[in-house]
């Protein structure tokens, strides 16, 4: 089950799928673009309360999600910044042969991808991330 604004819920088939590789062999879930892993809500939602589009204030949300869960959001992205920015830079020199000089810019990639892509930044964040093999920790220490 997917949450949406409005408290609407949406359901999705998850496929799983097996690594056939030697190593490997693990099962993973294929999710949509608009699932962020261990997040009950959309990916737009929780990029929308991030950038400040929806806050605790609008009418439309006033019940769902609540201020506690917008503020944990916030909380969350922020705690992963560095993480994110580190993943997208590897992701970036790994999958493009970018040099090193790209890997000690201090341009930052979430920044570009958020002026870039917006709406959607988010969506294509974690889709870089995950798809290149790395992950957002859902919950951090002192949580």
């Keep these: 089950m997917h949450k949406i604004a409005g408290g609407d819920k949406e359901w999705y088939l998850i496929r799983r799928l097996k690594c056939t590789g030697d190593k490997c062999g ?3 879930n294929e999710l949509p673009d608009c ?6 809500y959309d990916a737009g939602l929780i990029e929308d309360v991030a950038d400040g589009v929806v806050s605790e204030e609008d009418t439309e949300t006033e019940d769902y999600p609540c201020e506690g869960t917008m503020k944990h959001w916030r ?3 922020h705690m992963n910044e560095k993480n994110m920015e580190g993943q997208i830079r590897a992701a970036a020199h ?10 000690k810019s201090r341009v930052s990639l979430l920044e570009e991808m ?4 917006s709406p959607g930044w988010l969506k294509a964040v974690v889709r870089a ?3 290149s093999g ?3 920790e859902p919950y951090l220490a002192g949580e």
């Design 35 to 40: 699932i962020c892993p261990y997040k009950h």
């Design 114 to 117: 958020k002026e870039r892509i």
């Design 129 to 131: 991330i995950y798809n």
């Design 26 to 28: 693990r099962l993973h």
């Design 94 to 103: 790994r999958f493009l042969d970018l040099d090193g000089k790209f890997l």
């Design 134 to 136: 790395g992950r957002i």
């Design 75 to 77: 909380w969350w992205l």
